[in-house]
């Protein structure tokens, strides 16, 4: 059986939703209906980390290689809480390469999502309004998101890794796409996700 390990925040553990509806265990069932014969996956990712906290939490867990799928998707935290473009950066070039080595440093097992815009959600309006000045605007947050990415995206491509933009889809607007908190995805945004990554991942086990 093949292995999934998927590091990342809420956007990855599926916060609000059932376990079932993470982009993670969505794109496992469809890669069993392509053959792929894979374990449930792997997830290390927490509501609220940082790139930081997500490097504490993969040197405190018993992550053992080889991995033939290896996801990373982190960030959204770092620009919610004012977080340096420069430590992210350097912070998610090492967990880039952790996720290679997890993968057995087969670049093409590896897949980094972008990270999805919150300045778009009922929360982020909500908490300006509450906020007044001191929140952050929704189109100052969508900038600060781009510029996150264009980070990460330079990156991953420089590395040979599969980029997946998840963030237009995060950006568009439907009635049942956000979760009852108004601030994380829903399952079926999660579905839309989960049709993105899946090229990348059927191309990493073609090569196996």
């Given at each position: 059986?093949?292995?999934?390990?998927?590091?990342?925040?809420?956007?990855?553990?599926?916060?609000?939703?059932?376990?079932?509806?993470?982009?993670?265990?969505?794109?496992?069932?469809?890669?069993?209906?392509?053959?792929?014969?894979?374990?449930?996956?792997?997830?290390?990712?927490?509501?609220?980390?940082?790139?930081?906290?997500?490097s504490a939490a993969i040197?405190?867990?018993?992550?053992?290689?080889?991995?033939?799928?290896?996801?990373?998707?982190?960030?959204?935290?770092?620009?919610?809480?004012?977080?340096?473009?420069?430590?992210?950066?350097?912070?998610?070039?090492?967990?880039?390469?952790?996720?290679?080595?997890?993968?057995?440093?087969?670049?093409?097992?590896?897949?980094?999502?972008?990270?999805?815009?919150?300045?778009?959600?009922?929360?982020?309006?909500?908490?300006?309004?509450?906020?007044?000045?001191?929140?952050?605007?929704?189109?100052?947050?969508?900038?600060?998101?781009?510029?996150?990415?264009?980070?990460?995206?330079?990156?991953?491509?420089?590395?040979?890794?599969?980029?997946?933009?998840i963030s237009a889809a995060?950006?568009?607007?439907?009635?049942?796409?956000?979760?009852?908190?108004?601030?994380?995805?829903?399952?079926?945004?999660?579905?839309?996700?989960?049709?993105?990554?899946?090229?990348?991942?059927?191309?990493?086990?073609?090569?196996?």
């Amino acid at each position: 059986m093949s292995r999934f390990l998927a590091l990342g925040d809420s956007y990855t553990v599926g916060e609000q939703v059932a376990p079932d509806q993470c982009w993670p265990s969505q794109l496992t069932r469809v890669l069993r209906r392509h053959g792929v014969m894979l374990d449930d996956p792997e997830i290390v990712a927490r509501t609220g980390w940082t790139t930081d906290e997500l490097s504490a939490a993969i040197s405190a867990a018993l992550i053992v290689p080889t991995y033939e799928l290896v996801s990373l998707s982190i960030g959204v935290n770092n620009q919610y809480r004012g977080g340096s473009l420069e430590r992210y950066h350097q912070e998610f070039v090492a967990l880039l390469v952790q996720a290679i080595g997890f993968a057995g440093g087969h670049v093409g097992h590896v897949v980094v999502l972008s990270i999805p815009d919150w300045g778009v959600t009922p929360f982020a309006m909500q908490q300006k309004q509450i906020k007044g000045k001191a929140g952050q605007d929704p189109a100052d947050i969508g900038d600060g998101i781009d510029r996150f990415n264009a980070l990460n995206r330079r990156e991953t491509v420089a590395a040979g890794v599969h980029y997946v933009d998840i963030s237009a889809a995060s950006r568009e607007r439907h009635p049942d796409w956000l979760a009852a908190d108004g601030l994380h995805p829903s399952g079926t945004q999660y579905a839309r996700w989960t049709e993105l990554v899946t090229p990348a991942a059927l191309e990493a086990f073609a090569t196996i």
